[in-house]
């Protein structure tokens, strides 16, 4: 189901309105509405560029392997140690990995932090800042794996790990569905009777990329900015980069 707002204004308004005392939610943002709700190593798989073949199972555990090896002395005396195979693509994605999990946020804010901080560099009219129903995920999920259909459940992953210090600061968590198999696409198919949209399990708010500016500067003035959600030198960097390409940040 979209929402569309006319300015950053009509967007907080519009989260004050509808979406304030519903605490299930949880939030991604898009510089562009026509990017698919799809993990990056989907994306990489699915397109032109790769060698690999989206459908072989073999690539992504080969690819994950690779990144475990490659770390090997990095993470400093006494890393933590990583029990699963999602605490290792966590660990990943914080660091550029592209893997099979997509980023989330419990807040609204944060998301729009994301959708608006590449909008300047993109051709498209509108962001877009999506809300996923985390109880409603988890219900259907939960049927799915009595009906033993576990290989279409879409769970949550959301790691112990003090590896990644970002996913505290950005309140993140992420979600994995099957391979190639985009977010959207799974809540149309299993919410069906509550329309073609999913009903309210899943939004998606609209707000016009012109507004970028004034989006940044506002966020900002929220301490939500790259200084406080990405707590390193590259969060440092970029902040004083915004500095300059935002007037009056």
């Keep these: 189901m979209d929402a569309v707002c006319s300015s950053w204004l009509g967007f907080t308004e519009f989260v004050n309105s509808h979406l304030f005392e519903f605490t299930d939610y949880v939030y991604r943002g898009h510089a562009s509405v026509d990017w698919e709700l799809l993990p990056l190593l989907d994306r990489i798989l699915e397109g032109e560029k790769s060698w690999a073949s989206p459908d072989d199972e073999s690539v992504r555990q ?18 933590p140690k990583l029990d699963s195979e999602d605490d290792w693509w966590a660990l990943g994605q914080h660091y550029g990995l592209a893997t099979p999990l997509l980023d989330w946020t419990f807040s609204p804010y944060v998301a729009a932090f994301f959708a608006f901080e590449g909008a300047g560099n993109v051709d498209s009219e509108y962001c877009a800042i999506y809300a996923l129903h985390r109880s409603a995920v988890i219900g259907k999920s939960d049927d799915l794996y009595d009906q033993n259909r576990n290989d279409e459940m879409l769970r949550f992953v959301s790691p112990l790990s003090d590896d990644n210090s970002r996913l505290i600061s950005q309140q993140g968590l992420f979600t994995r569905c099957q391979d190639g198999e985009c977010v959207m696409d799974w809540v149309h198919s299993h919410f069906e009777e509550r329309g073609n949209d999913g009903g309210a399990v899943l939004l998606r708010i609209l707000v016009p990329t012109s507004e970028f500016e004034i989006a940044l500067k506002n966020l900002n003035r929220m301490n939500i900015n790259h200084l406080s959600l990405f707590p390193d030198l590259n969060g440092a960097s970029k902040h004083a980069n915004t500095v300059l390409m935002v007037k009056g940040y």
């Design 62 to 79: 080969d690819h994950l392997e690779r990144f475990k090896y490659s770390i090997r002395g990095r993470r400093g005396p006494n890393p």
